[in-house]
């Protein structure tokens, strides 16, 4: 959850470099910042509590001229967000330093025997236990080197971590387990370190992925790398990254979450690609990785997910069983990895996830593999520890998102869904020609179509004035634009503070119409579809609880205003595609209404954008 970089070089002065870095890896925590620099045999580190741009004044104020540095943002697991509590951490005689992600299972016990050695403590965390658990096994060993993988074997839990030692230099030791940890190659400008590439693709794009169990050391002209199970040292592969360093910039746009709302007409053409023929109806998924057999074999399918993506995924369900007749169970990775769920070799699991780093959804995709099932994954960023763990991938060509609150690798998610649904429904003729030419067809005009809405939101924001001082919101939906509903509450609720609520309309009088009166509005999705009637009496079975209603309903919809407060329309569309459109306005009211609150929408309190520890 938290972020990494470090530089080792002659070319760039490295606190630059980290602290701008530093900036590109807040939205992976936000509640404190460090980095620590070598110079002249001494190590100088800075950090604080808050918001970088708050700190980085101080940060960066009277630091010696220098070429090796880590530093760190936190998103606090153990221990208050305070500067003792902040990375990086040193030990007792200042030779050791390092910052950390990920959780450190048995900190305490490593903690009491370190005490009785007299070791210092002068955090709460459990990463200080790494660098005196190093500076006390440094006494012993015959290196620093052995030191650190002494260390590394005496760790239980996950990490992605970076040291510094007073006597190497321009060496950043580095290891990984169960955290994502990259390493930035360039030919003669230095090497990097990174929990994201984000942070140095303004640097270079060739990258090593480093796999769990990895560690090693990273001078400016080499990279060393060792397996810590059996101490030899390994091959790697570089890989050239395709993002480029202007998608992680706000380009004028007032937040990164804005930016990405309006990326979305490119992200979904970018994600159909030249996958699609709609002179036949067909649809190439290139990474897919199954052969046709694979899949005609497969008798059920899981979904798993967290937050945005598992919404993605319901999406997901609703089209596979309409288009291909397979059954969908959809599952919140934190609970499929501890339930026991029954699984064989004809389950397909499939992980639905922007950063492909989310620790749930990993851990559930592990226990899919121990059980012999086949794995997918529809996931944003290539070479993640999701993509490379499963059998094969849907890429979802998002670019970097950078808004905590997730939007366009919402919508491309959606787009892989309808590419698979027609994918599998195409293999098992569970769908018409003409249909599939049709979906195609309309899928291409999506774009558009999201323009125009975009053309007017304008609109949307007169209409966010009206629900500011609101405390609590119903989002309704039904088929499939109940998933639309539940995405649009959790988009408001998490960057406007407000709390809310998604439903299914039809399963309102079974408990939420207790919530409706005037003081809880209704935002109802009830665009054309066969549903649409039985939208309309929620609706209005809501609205005789004089609460006020917003609904998204489609363009000639003449009856909408007759048992609706206010309106966003949005273009036709096929039903089948409808979730994707209707979730356009839904993003736009959460932001209005956050902006206008003065919330901090790109970096929501509490939040981080990756979720790497349980
Ligand atoms: O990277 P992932 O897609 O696996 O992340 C899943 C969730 O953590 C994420 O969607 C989260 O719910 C967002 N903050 C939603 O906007």
């Known amino acids: 959850m938290c972020g990494i970089i470090g530089y080792t070089g002659q070319t760039y002065l490295a606190s630059k470099i980290v602290l701008d870095g530093l900036e590109r890896l807040e939205y992976r925590g936000y509640d404190s ?5 070598l110079t002249n045999g001494e190590i100088s580190v800075k950090r604080d509590s808050g918001k970088l741009r708050n700190i980085r004044e101080g940060l960066e104020s009277g630091l010696p001229s220098n070429h090796l540095a880590i530093g760190h943002t936190r998103w606090a697991t153990h221990g208050r967000p305070t500067q003792d509590n902040a990375h990086p951490h040193k030990d007792n005689n200042s030779r050791i330093v390092l910052v950390h992600n990920g959780i450190i299972e048995n900190y305490l016990q490593l903690k009491s025997t370190l005490l009785e050695k007299g070791h210092k403590f002068l955090s709460d965390t459990d990463t200080e236990i790494i660098v005196h658990l190093l500076a006390e096994n440094e006494k012993h060993e015959a290196s620093f080197k052995d030191a650190f993988f002494k260390t590394l074997g005496q760790l239980e839990g996950a990490w992605a971590l970076s040291v510094v030692h007073v006597d190497y230099p321009d060496t950043i030791f580095i290891a990984k387990k169960n955290c994502p940890l990259l390493i930035g190659l360039t030919e003669d400008e230095g090497n990097f370190v990174s929990s994201d590439i984000t942070a140095i693709i303004k640097y270079t794009r060739d990258v090593v992925y480093l796999e769990d169990h990895q560690a090693g050391m990273l001078t400016p002209g080499n990279l060393d790398l060792f397996d810590t199970k059996t101490k030899t040292q390994i091959n790697y592969n570089v890989e050239r990254v395709d993002w480029n360093p202007v998608m992680a910039e706000k380009n004028g746009y007032r937040h990164f979450m ?3 709302i309006h990326e979305q007409p490119d992200v979904i053409r970018n994600t159909i690609g030249t996958n699609t023929n709609e002179e036949d109806g067909s649809v190439y998924l290139p990474d897919i990785n199954m052969s046709n057999d694979d899949l005609l074999g497969i008798r059920k399918i899981i979904v798993v997910a967290c937050g945005t993506a598992f919404y993605a995924g319901l999406v997901g369900k609703y089209l596979v069983e309409k288009l291909a007749r397979v059954s969908v169970e959809m599952d919140l990775a934190s609970e499929f990895r501890y339930r026991d769920p029954v699984l064989d070799k004809d389950t397909l699991v499939i992980a639905v996830t922007q950063s492909g780093e989310t620790a749930d959804t990993l851990a559930a995709i592990n226990l899919a593999k121990e059980r012999g099932c086949k794995t997918m994954a529809i996931v944003n960023v290539q070479g993640s520890s999701i993509a490379r763990a499963v059998d094969g991938n849907i890429f979802i060509h998002a670019g970097p998102e950078i808004g905590v609150a997730s939007t366009k690798a919402y919508m491309a998610m959606l787009v892989a869904f309808e590419l698979f649904a027609l994918y599998l429904a195409n293999l098992k003729s569970t769908i018409e020609v003409a249909v599939a030419k049709q979906l ?13 809405v975009l053309k007017d939101k304008e609109d ?25 509903a539940l995405e649009g509450a959790l988009k408001l609720k998490e960057i406007s503070y407000i709390h809310a609520e998604g439903y299914a309309a039809g399963e309102m009088k079974h408990g939420p119409i207790a919530l409706v009166d005037r003081e809880c509005p209704v935002v109802a999705v009830v665009t054309d579809s066969p549903v649409y009637e039985k939208v309309v009496s929620n609706i209005v079975e809501a609205r005789s609880r004089d609460c006020r209603v917003l609904s998204i309903a489609s363009k000639g919809d003449k009856e909408v205003q007759g048992f609706s407060d206010d309106v966003i329309k949005v273009p036709k569309v096929m039903d089948l595609l409808s979730p994707l459109l209707n979730v356009l306005p839904l993003q736009l009211f959460a932001y209005y209404v956050a902006d206008l609150k003065g919330a901090d929408v790109d970096q929501p309190r509490n939040l981080a954008k990756s979720v790497t520890v349980e």
Do not use: C, W
């Open 258 to 260: 804005l930016k990405e």
């Open 440 to 452: 195609i067809h309309e899928l291409k005009v999506i774009p558009q179509k999201i323009e125009e």
């Open 33 to 37: 910042a460090g980095l620590a620099i």
């Open 460 to 484: 949307i924001l007169k209409i966010a004035q009206k629900y500011t001082q609101y405390k609590s919101m119903l989002f309704l939906g039904r088929d499939l634009n109940f998933p639309t």
